[in-house]
């Protein structure tokens, strides 16, 4: 099993930034991807961003050049980078670890969530 560990919401400004940190313990050679997801209140949880081991990414187009993802498989650590933030990514966000043992053999990990309010 996988347990995750979010940091670093907050409050800011828009126009502003923040970097948020996962750092992953347990089965971590099982991971394969990581990425992020948040949910606004009322809303679905919606993908962010998504990188695999090998480094790979994917962003959902509302953060597409503005966020960045990075994966450090040393530290186990997935960040993600959010620069010209809006009102509209105020959510909480949620770190995520997919384990993969096999092709038919995977299982989803979620952090607790951080929160992140952009206002001015």
């Known amino acids: 099993q996988v347990q995750l560990v979010e940091s670093g919401g907050g409050l800011v400004q828009p126009g502003g930034s923040l970097r948020l940190s996962c750092a992953a313990s347990g089965s971590i050679f099982s991971i394969n991807v990581m990425g992020w997801y948040r949910q606004a209140p009322g809303n679905e949880r919606e993908l962010v961003a998504t990188?695999?081991?090998?480094?790979?990414?994917n962003f959902a187009d509302s953060v597409k050049g503005r966020f960045t993802i990075s994966r450090d498989n040393a530290k186990s650590t997935v960040n993600l980078q959010m620069n010209r933030l809006k009102p509209e990514d105020t959510a909480s966000y949620y770190c995520?670890?997919?384990?993969?043992?096999?092709?038919?053999?995977?299982?989803?990990?979620w952090g607790q969530g951080t929160q992140v309010i952009i206002s001015s």
């Open positions: 990188i695999t081991r090998d480094g790979r990414t």
């Open positions: 995520n670890a997919r384990t993969s043992l096999g092709p038919f053999y995977e299982n989803d990990y």
